[in-house]
Structures are given as C-alpha cells and as structure tokens.
C-alpha cells in the first residue's frame, strides 16, 4: 500500500484555502445580485408606469454585464420576481415589528392594517404602483404582483382572528389580505393616500372578518 505523499496537515490547509476561494466567490456573486436588485428598483420606480426598462437599462445601471445578468436571472420578468419577493419578506418583518408592539388581538389586526398600508404612503407610492405595474406581466402564478404578498402577509393574521374568535382563521385571513391588498392597490394606481377615517374603516373591516368587535380607536392608539 502507497502512503499518500501529502501530510494530513497539508490536506487540512488545501481544504481551508478552497472555502476561502469559494467564501469570495459567494460574496461577489451576492454582490453582483445585489448591485443588479438595486439598480432595477430604482430604474423601475423611475420609469414608473410610462415605460418597462430593458435588461440592458438595468446592467447599466449596475455597472454590470450582460454576462453577469443571465448568469443569475434567465429573464428580466425572473428579476421583477424576485424584486416582489424581496418587498415581500421586508413588509413582512415592518409588519411584524409593528404588530409585536401590541398585546391584545384587536391590537394586533389594526397594527398589520397599519403597517401593510404604508405601501401608500407619498414616499413609497411611486415604487409600489410601479412594481405592481411591472410584476402583472408575471401572470398569475404564485410569483405575480398579484399573489406575492398574499400568503405570508395573511399568515401574520392567523394568529389573532384565532384569539378573537374565527372559525377558520386561515381562510378568514386569505380573503381579508386578498380585500386589503386589493384596497392597496386601487389607492396607489389612483395616487390618493387613504385618510385617517379611511384607515380606521379598514381596520373595523379586518376585525369583523376575523370574528371580533369594532372597537373605538383612541388618539392614543392610532400613534
């Protein structure tokens, strides 16, 4: 039997020089995405919904290549995807947030209305209506603008109309994110930021659809 010329020690620094190589490689891929997710939002929000901007718009705007895009996205409708589903999960950790600063489920239900409705807030209108915009050439599969945002936004309601009572919280809560997101979407294409009445209707809409009470929204909680 031939002992291998390589000392047990040399193997143990190969194999920490190749997670090395292959750490860097990883971050300049993330890099390269990330570069190529930031310069499509903000050439999409720019563009807004006069014009859909081409792949060679958006590597410009990264200072990338060609090469670079397709090696991560096989289409710019694959980058639209993945833009809705990087919205996604950032409301749904603000929408976490915001709920977490409450303790009851009534409470809970007005702070998800509250937090899903900053999609039409003056600052964040424009790149909304224009991701929506963008995103209804994804058709109606589970990564269109339509459904992106449904499913884990509506998981967030589950436990509370359970608290207040629904006999099926889960359904309850697909039909009510379904109800608001579409509300969303109606105010952002109308460029119209709903008032203060307007929100505390929704969320006595929210709450009667998960089984519970309106209840009378102080100054104190609206803060």
């Known amino acids: 039997m031939i002992e291998s010329a390589i000392?047990?020690?040399?193997?143990?620094?190969?194999?920490?020089?190749?997670?090395?190589?292959?750490a860097k490689q990883e971050a300049d891929h993330a890099s390269d995405v990330r570069r190529l997710l930031d310069a499509a939002y903000e050439v999409i929000t720019r563009c807004g919904t006069e014009s859909r901007p081409r792949v060679?718009?958006?590597?410009?705007a990264a200072g990338l290549s060609n090469d670079a895009f397709y090696r991560y996205f096989r289409s710019k409708d694959a980058l639209v995807a993945a833009l809705l589903l990087h919205g996604t999960e950032q409301l749904v950790s603000y929408t976490v947030h915001q709920m977490g600063k409450e303790t009851t489920p009534a409470g809970r239900v007005r702070r998800w209305v509250e937090a899903v409705f900053c999609q039409t807030r003056e600052d964040m209108?424009?790149?909304?209506?224009?991701?929506?915009?963008?995103?209804?050439?994804?058709?109606?599969?589970?990564?269109?603008?339509?459904?992106?945002?449904?499913?884990?936004?509506?998981?967030?309601l589950h436990g509370p109309y359970a608290e207040?009572?629904?006999?099926?919280?889960?359904?309850?809560?697909?039909?009510?994110?379904?109800?608001?997101?579409?509300?969303?979407?109606?105010?952002?294409?109308?460029?119209?930021v709903p008032t203060r009445a307007e929100l505390d209707r929704i969320v006595g809409f929210t709450l009667?659809?998960?089984?519970?009470?309106?209840?009378?929204?102080?100054?104190?909680?609206?803060?």
């Open 7 to 22: 000392p047990e020690q040399a193997n143990d620094i190969a194999a920490r020089i190749a997670r090395r190589s292959l």
């Open 56 to 60: 060679a718009d958006i590597v410009a």
């Open 125 to 156: 209108a424009a790149a909304t209506r224009a991701l929506l915009w963008n995103g209804s050439n994804l058709g109606d599969g589970p990564a269109s603008a339509r459904y992106a945002h449904v499913a884990p936004l509506a998981a967030l």
């Open 164 to 192: 207040l009572g629904s006999a099926d919280p889960e359904m309850d809560a697909s039909l009510t994110t379904h109800a608001v997101l579409g509300k969303i979407s109606d105010y952002v294409f109308r460029h119209v």
């Open 208 to 223: 009667r659809a998960g089984g519970g009470a309106v209840l009378e929204l102080g100054a104190g909680e609206r803060e």
